[in-house]
């Protein structure tokens, strides 16, 4: 049963365990699944929403990828860059950014405090792809190559 109110805590949110993307794969980056998580089947109980929080710290990136699925992120805390598609964008509290699908996307920290934002996603998606070599190479000609980190994160697990 997923809890209708969930309180802010000085470290996340009650009840809510901090993760990466998976062990040992992205130092500097956490994420707190605070309502719904992932599902295989739309008519399985529960939220047909997740709604996520990631921080990362001074230096950090969020993993370089794409997927079916769109997303919406809005910005909490600190200052970053947004880099979708081959634009790239500073962002900052209150920011709200829209991820189409298959859209290659990346988050950069670029203070030297946490940067933080929530993403809401459907709970029944596609999982994480990696760009292709084309995808790489049409971001490192654009005004966003000179800011993403392509290979900072490990690729998503093979599914």
Request: aromatic share 8%.
């Amino acid at each position: 049963m997923q809890r209708r109110v969930i309180h802010r805590r000085e470290a996340g949110w009650d009840g809510v365990p901090v993760e990466g993307y998976r062990p040992g794969a992205a130092v500097g980056v956490e994420r707190h699944t605070i309502v719904g998580g992932r599902k295989t089947d739309p008519n399985a109980p529960g939220p047909k929403m997740e709604l996520r929080y990631f921080e990362l710290q001074a230096g950090a990136v969020s993993r370089l990828e794409k997927h079916e699925h769109e997303h919406y992120v809005i910005v909490r805390v600190g200052e970053g860059y947004a880099i979708v598609g081959d634009q790239v964008s500073a962002i900052g509290p209150g920011d709200v950014i829209y991820v189409g699908p298959l859209e290659v996307h990346q988050f950069v920290n670029r203070g030297s405090a946490p940067f933080g934002f929530f993403c809401m996603v459907d709970a029944c998606r596609d999982f994480s792809q990696e760009p292709s070599a084309e995808d790489i190479a049409r971001l490192e000609a654009s005004p966003a190559g000179a800011i993403a980190k392509p290979f900072a994160v490990p690729p998503p697990a093979k599914r």
